[in-house]
């Protein structure tokens, strides 16, 4: 198999799909020796604006997704990827997957799931996925 991508971005956020979508990206990290970036977002839209709630909220958040991306980055080592990189961001999903680090990284391709946690923001704006896919400057494999 030819090397094809360098840098491969998969966006986690817990959802059945992202988990399948973190499964094929170690799959395609491994078979291209390549560097691979797990994704995690905190989708401040969906974080209450009280401040207190805000910041209670917010803190827990963090704090559930920095220990999956820990368990994340012990399986991609697991899987033998020796380049991993994780980030964890508060945002919207949309534009942080699918422009800023794409762009800041120079990403060959984002794997995601079709579907996320989000129910609620997808039933209001539409799916990040869909997002990524018309506004992403790489390749976007969609996982279902």
């Known amino acids: 198999m030819s090397k094809r991508y360098q840098k491969i971005m998969v966006a986690v956020d817990g959802s059945k799909q992202s988990e399948q979508a973190f499964l094929e990206a170690l799959d395609l990290a491994k078979d291209n020796e390549a560097e691979l970036f797990i994704v995690s977002i905190i989708n401040k839209v969906e974080l209450t604006h009280s401040a207190y709630a805000f910041s209670k909220i917010y ?6 997704i920095e220990v999956e991306m820990l368990k994340k980055i012990h399986d991609a ?14 945002g919207d999903p949309r534009n942080l997957i699918g422009t800023v680090f794409p762009q800041q990284e120079a990403i060959d391709l984002i794997v995601m799931g079709a579907t ?10 539409g799916s990040t996925a869909s997002y990524v896919v018309t506004h992403a400057p790489c390749s976007v494999l969609v996982v279902k």
Not at 59 to 64: S, T, V, Y
Not at 80 to 90: K, Q
């Open 59 to 64: 803190a827990e958040e963090k704090q559930k």
């Open 77 to 90: 080592k697991e899987y033998g990827i020796n380049d991993i990189h994780a980030i964890v961001e508060t």
């Open 116 to 125: 996320g946690k989000g129910a609620i923001q997808q039933a209001l704006v």
